[in-house]
């Protein structure tokens, strides 16, 4: 399974854009970039995926290198409900389509 | 966004009962099913993937006679964790998955002692 690097920690100030990186270097031609984050006690959700192109959504924005070895979940107006452990995870569809969650970044958000 | 239910959603057992968690997926169908387990401060962990109507396919180190999994409908999976013991107390998550998407249930956090 390719496996992602990500920060172990990181903060944030409330309403400002927060930047989440996430090196996937060996990252094959058929993997998505997905990116879930977890609250306390809570299971994971879905955040945003991408293949090749950038991608919005109404939570965030996923920006992918242009040899995909990298990418950045960007948060554009930080709250304290953003405050999660984010994880970047490479998903092949042809292998079942399973996660295998590295340990993500625990993001603080200060008022 | 897709919803996934468990049930119970915590669970406090003796050493050596058998626990039994479900897994929903309310308002999808959804054709592969994954249990996770975290145990505090760690990252989730992949325990099997569950096709309806056949066999769940496990982990390399996931006994698979301890921890049954059956999964009879496009809706629903159960866990079965046999002659539990305290080390397997933990925090157990499902997920459903729709197209290229995967839906996590609210989690069942299981403690035996």
């Known amino acids: 399974d390719a496996k992602t690097t990500q920060p172990n920690s990181m903060e944030s100030n409330e309403e400002e854009p927060v930047h989440l990186p996430c090196n996937h270097s060996?990252?094959?031609?058929?993997?998505?970039i997905h990116w879930y984050r977890q609250l306390p006690s809570q299971g994971p959700e879905y955040v945003i995926h991408?293949?090749?192109s950038n991608v919005n959504n109404r939570m965030a924005s996923l920006a992918i290198a242009e040899d995909r070895k990298s990418s950045t979940l960007i948060l554009h107006r930080a709250t304290l409900r953003d405050a999660a452990v984010y994880y970047c995870?490479?998903?092949?569809?042809?292998?079942?389509?399973?996660?295998?969650f590295g340990q993500g970044t625990e993001l603080s958000v200060k008022p | 966004g897709a919803v996934v239910s468990q049930h119970p959603s915590w669970v406090i057992c003796k050493s050596g009962t058998s626990v039994k968690i479900e897994c929903r997926s309310l308002?999808?169908?959804?054709?592969?099913m994954f249990w996770y387990r975290q145990f505090p401060k760690q990252s989730l962990m992949l325990m099997a993937t569950s096709n309806e109507g056949s066999k769940a396919t496990y982990e390399q180190g996931v006994e698979k006679d301890k921890f049954l999994i059956n999964h009879a409908s496009l809706t629903l999976s159960t866990l079965t964790v046999t002659s539990a013991h305290p080390e397997d107390s933990s925090f157990y998550i499902c997920?459903?998955?729709?197209?290229?998407?995967?839906?996590f249930g609210p989690g069942t956090r299981l403690t035996v002692l």
């Open positions: 060996t990252i094959s031609g058929t993997d998505y």
């Open positions: 997920s459903g998955a729709r197209y290229n998407e995967q839906f």
């Open positions: 308002d999808f169908q959804a054709t592969t």
């Open positions: 991408g293949l090749t």
């Open positions: 995870i490479l998903r092949d569809p042809s292998q079942g389509g399973k996660l295998i």
